[in-house]
């Protein structure tokens, strides 16, 4: 009854959220008995050259073994990617995909630069930063420790995972991507001359979003409620 339970909460989840969630759960759990981890990490020539282009999204999955770390970084993938699904997405399912995709393109050619493996800890910052950019006066407590406006929370989690021993280049990669789509999508468009850069493509909108009913539309005499109906 209780694992019924937890599957029937797990279903209400959104959909992003649910499916990120459960594909980096499900990596890490072939990881301890299928996989290894040699065979998930981005390597551009074995992408290329071997067209194994599994890499190309199996980077963002694999948050590490088992432990505090890949907790913690599940922790903050479903909270904030479901807040985000939630809040400012909410009703607008292809947005959010391709903000994915956006991200996920954009952090791949940048850690070609700076020989970054795995990407899924950068994403998270991604995620992060662009809630916080949007719910600017939200108080957060983080771990009972510390109080501050939602703003500061990449950064207080970057310097957490130091503490941990973790490169800081991966959130620092996350943090500047998250404000790069911040940037186009909220802001630029808000400038004297700006225009919307970030156009979710329509094949999206197509498969993704719920179709927008017309206002214009008048139903025909039989399609409206009779008065048994109302």
Not at 7 to 22: D, G, H, M, N
Not at 37 to 61: A, C, D, E
Request: a neutral charge.
């Amino acid at each position: 009854m209780a694992w019924q339970g937890l599957a029937t909460e797990f279903l209400q989840v959104p959909a992003v959220t649910r499916t990120y969630t459960a594909a980096c759960i499900l990596t890490t759990a072939a990881v301890l008995e299928l996989l290894s981890p040699f065979q998930l990490y981005f390597n551009p020539h074995l992408v290329f050259r071997k067209f194994q282009v599994w890499r190309l999204i199996t980077n963002f999955l694999f948050f590490g073994p088992l432990g505090f770390s890949f907790f913690f970084n599940m922790l903050f993938v479903f909270r904030y990617c479901r807040m985000l699904e939630e809040g400012s997405f909410r009703g607008r399912t292809a947005d959010f995909v391709f903000m994915f995709l956006f991200g996920g393109l954009l952090m791949t050619l940048l850690g070609l630069l700076g020989s970054l493996f795995f990407l899924g800890q950068a994403l998270t910052a991604m995620l992060v930063y662009v809630w916080s950019r949007r719910s600017p006066g939200v108080r957060v407590n983080f771990f009972g420790l510390l109080t501050f406006q939602a703003p500061f929370l990449p950064w207080a989690l970057m310097g957490f995972s130091m503490l941990l021993g973790n490169s800081i280049l991966v959130d620092l990669l996350g943090i500047a991507v998250g404000h790069v789509y911040y940037f186009l999508e909220d802001v630029f468009p808000n400038q004297p001359g700006g225009k919307r850069l970030l156009l979710t493509p329509s094949f999206l909108k197509l498969l993704l979003d719920a179709p927008e009913e017309d206002p214009n539309y008048r139903p025909l005499p039989e399609e409206q409620p009779g008065p048994l109906q109302q």
